[in-house]
């Protein structure tokens, strides 16, 4: 960047690096953001289709799901970047609805691009959509339905809608069924507040069989096996000792030498050592434990006596793991094996090992009122395994949302139909310029009917007028897009439901991006900005006047 000063240049940054400005700078963040939002368009709905996504060593990951393609794609535009936080965002938050919010940050800035043709000031742009915005989550909460967190049937629905479309579809109805058991197992009440966390709940994946073998199992699976082939695979009515403290000698924290000078004295080493041994395996034995998790390691001694006295011992269980196995058995962690006693140990009515594909596992199984569950996925490949799992995640954000909002609304395109309509009355009233925002943010939202209709090879002109003329009618606003028969249909009577908070959080988070992407209008080389670009350069921005590089 140069100014004349006297006929000479002056050089303020770098002849090196890149800086855009004005409209060109506004244009191309928009441009980028709009190719991230049509990238993942096609993937919306129960018709989308999927993605394959190759990395540099030919790994692939076949997936609809919006985050995941965004996370896995090479991104390198700043803008761009920006637009994929909305879907880590949104999955953080609500688990679902990462597409949607990602397609309607794209609708609003192209919307927006108009507006500035006709001589709209981003400021004014920006000040409408947050009155839009606002405004949105208003009309949301207006027309959304209450939902009692004991409504098994209707979170059923709201997690079959979650699932609908993505690759575990074809059993959504049984997958459905058991992330809301999964969910009601966990929840717990505090202060008439409902209180979810979804990390107690474990999702254990191994190839074979096919989707409908995933199965809820009431406590904990453990992807190890046990350490000796003389301890039985299966025990009743297990006690469950968890240490977390390794079950060997120790060595001391400083050096030490022992000068042994005839072989009675190593002998008598040798018995000192297996007696320790000994005590710490009769100290567990006299606890009354039948099962135990060790954290730490087991010494080969140890695992004999264990064996001996009829304990099925799994050693190096992950810490993660061993929470949730004091959770679901009830069973308190014990670090010094001394303090050992009957009231630390858990309960499972089965504890056994059993073979799953190539490899053994340990099932703690029946336990009383856990609160930490396992899913065990099942399918024909790795890659339907993982795309499974990802539904499951899904329905692990939208079930939660709706228990603890206890609100709904319906799905297939009718909440944003009947927002777009409200906000052009609620634009009327704002006037100004103003007026002209809010009424391009209406029009964005009317993107996903749209491409809910697309994406089903329906016109979504045709789709958009049928649905308009729904929503005038009384109590139109549960009318949505039935891509299968191609009408306006019903949704809340068709059970396509999702949870409120999807659809507030998507619009917050477009909204919020749009409006900073609005405001730039300058983008300029930066110097060690967060440790990113080297001396007097920046990232490199895909050539800013074109298409950026994906």
Do not use: W
């Not at 994946?205 to 082939?229: A, F, N, Y």
């Not at 009233?429 to 939202?445: H, K, M, P, T, Y």
């Amino acid at each position: 960047m140069a100014a004349q000063l006297g006929g000479q240049p002056v050089y303020v940054i770098s002849d090196k690096s890149t800086r855009t400005s004005g409209r060109d700078a506004q244009r191309t963040n928009i441009l980028a953001a709009r190719i991230i939002a049509e990238a993942v368009k096609t993937t919306l709905g129960p018709r989308g289709m999927d993605k394959m996504l190759v990395d540099s060593i030919g790994d692939v990951v076949v997936t609809n799901d919006g985050v995941t393609i965004l996370k896995e794609m090479d991104i390198e535009h700043p803008a761009a970047k920006m637009v994929v936080e909305i879907a880590k965002t949104q999955e953080d938050e609500v688990g679902d609805g990462t597409t949607t919010a990602v397609v309607i940050a794209g609708e609003l800035l192209k919307r927006a691009e108009d507006l500035l043709e006709q001589d709209v000031h981003p400021t004014i742009i920006a000040s409408g959509y947050r009155l839009a915005a606002e405004k949105a989550k208003e009309i949301l909460t207006n027309i959304s339905k209450e939902i009692s967190k004991d409504d098994e049937e209707l979170l059923i629905k709201v997690a079959t809608t979650s699932m609908t479309g993505k690759g575990a579809e074809k059993a959504k109805d049984y997958l459905s069924e058991l992330i809301v058991k999964a969910v009601e197992t966990i929840a717990e009440e505090e202060n008439e507040k409902v209180i979810i966390d979804v990390d107690n709940i474990k999702i254990e994946k191994k190839e074979g069989g096919g989707i409908e073998d995933t199965e809820l199992i009431q406590g904990v699976v453990i992807d190890k096996e046990r350490v000796h082939p003389g301890m039985p695979t299966k025990v009743n009515n297990a006690k469950i000792a968890l240490l977390n403290a390794p079950l060997e000698i120790e060595k001391t924290e400083f050096d030490a030498e022992i000068r042994i000078t005839e072989p009675s004295q190593l002998q008598a080493f040798i018995n000192e050592e297996e007696r320790m041994i000994k005590t710490m395996v009769g100290q567990i034995k006299a606890s009354g434990a039948t099962v135990l998790f060790c954290q730490k390691g087991i010494d080969d001694l140890a695992q004999h006596y264990l064996a001996k006295d009829g304990i099925l011992a799994v050693r190096r269980v992950k810490k993660s793991d061993v929470e949730k196995l004091s959770r679901a058995t009830g069973a308190t962690i014990v670090t010094n094996l001394e303090d050992i006693s009957e009231k630390d140990l858990g309960y499972a009515g089965i504890v056994e090992e059993a073979k799953i594909g190539n490899d053994e596992m340990v099932f703690v199984r029946d336990c009383k009122e856990p609160k930490a569950v396992t899913i065990l996925v099942r399918g024909g490949t790795e890659h339907i395994v993982d795309e499974v799992e990802r539904a499951l995640e899904d329905c692990l954000g939208v079930v939660p949302a709706a228990m603890k909002d206890g609100k709904i609304v319906a799905g297939g395109g009718a909440p944003e139909i009947e927002t777009a309509k409200e906000l052009r009355d609620y634009a009327k009233s704002v006037g100004g310029r103003e007026q002209l925002a809010i009424e391009a943010f209406a029009d964005a939202l009317e993107v996903i009917p749209k491409a809910l209709a697309e994406n089903a090879g329906l016109d979504p002109i045709d789709t958009l007028v049928d649905l308009r003329s729904k929503h005038e009618e009384k109590d139109g606003e549960v009318y949505g897009l039935d891509v299968y028969s191609g009408k306006a249909t019903d949704m809340f009577r068709e059970g396509i439901v999702e949870p409120l908070r999807v659809k507030t959080q998507a619009i917050d988070s477009a909204s919020e991006v749009a409006v900073m992407i609005l405001r730039i209008d300058d983008v300029i080389a930066a110097k060690n900005l967060g440790g990113g670009a080297g001396e007097g350069g920046m990232p490199d921005m895909g050539g800013m006047g074109g298409m950026p590089p994906m």
